[in-house]
């Protein structure tokens, strides 16, 4: 305030409330002058030595326990679930990893015959109609899958 005479504006009655506030919480929570704080600060520490009333203490307590949280319960369903999910994964892959190195190995298969090498050769120089390759092939065919229902199955 400027003169005795005067009423508070808004302004100056807002500030005293937040220096009031800062003062009882021991810090500022706002925009209080640094000037006011530490002036009120000092008288109160001139009063009484900085110590706290026990009254005073048990508000302070209260209030930091009314406005605690409570640890949130830690899930332990989830995490067994993705436990359990990770192991059941990791035997999949061992039961996949044994099975694929079990598989047999490849078939050997037949060289093509002379003949159909033959027939190809013709059939490309145009000396030949294409009934022989075709009839080669056949041939080379058969013995292919002959050879391939005897190794797989």
Same mark, same amino acid.
């Given at each position: 305030m400027t003169q005795d005479d005067?009423?508070?504006? %808004?302004?100056?009655?807002a500030e005293a409330e937040r =220096?009031?506030? %800062? =003062?009882?919480?021991?810090?500022?929570a706002g925009a209080v002058p640094e000037d006011a704080l530490g002036a009120a600060a000092l008288l109160r520490f001139a009063k009484d030595g900085g110590a706290l009333s026990p009254e005073r203490s048990e508000r302070i307590l209260e209030d930091v326990l009314a406005q605690a949280r409570p640890r949130a319960a830690r899930p332990r369903l989830a995490t067994t679930l993705l436990g359990l999910l990770g192991l059941s994964a990791a035997g999949v892959a061992s039961i996949l990893f044994v099975v694929r190195s079990q598989t047999p190995e490849p078939a050997a298969l037949p060289a093509p015959p002379r003949? =159909? =090498?033959e027939a190809q050769l013709s059939a490309a120089n145009m000396r030949s109609s294409l009934t022989t390759l075709d009839?080669?092939?056949?041939?080379?065919?058969?013995a292919f899958y002959a050879k391939l229902r005897e190794r797989y199955g």
């Open positions: 005067e009423e508070p504006t %808004a302004e100056e009655i =220096l009031a506030r %800062a =003062l009882e919480r021991g810090h500022s003949g =159909l =090498l009839i080669e092939t056949m041939r080379y065919r058969q």
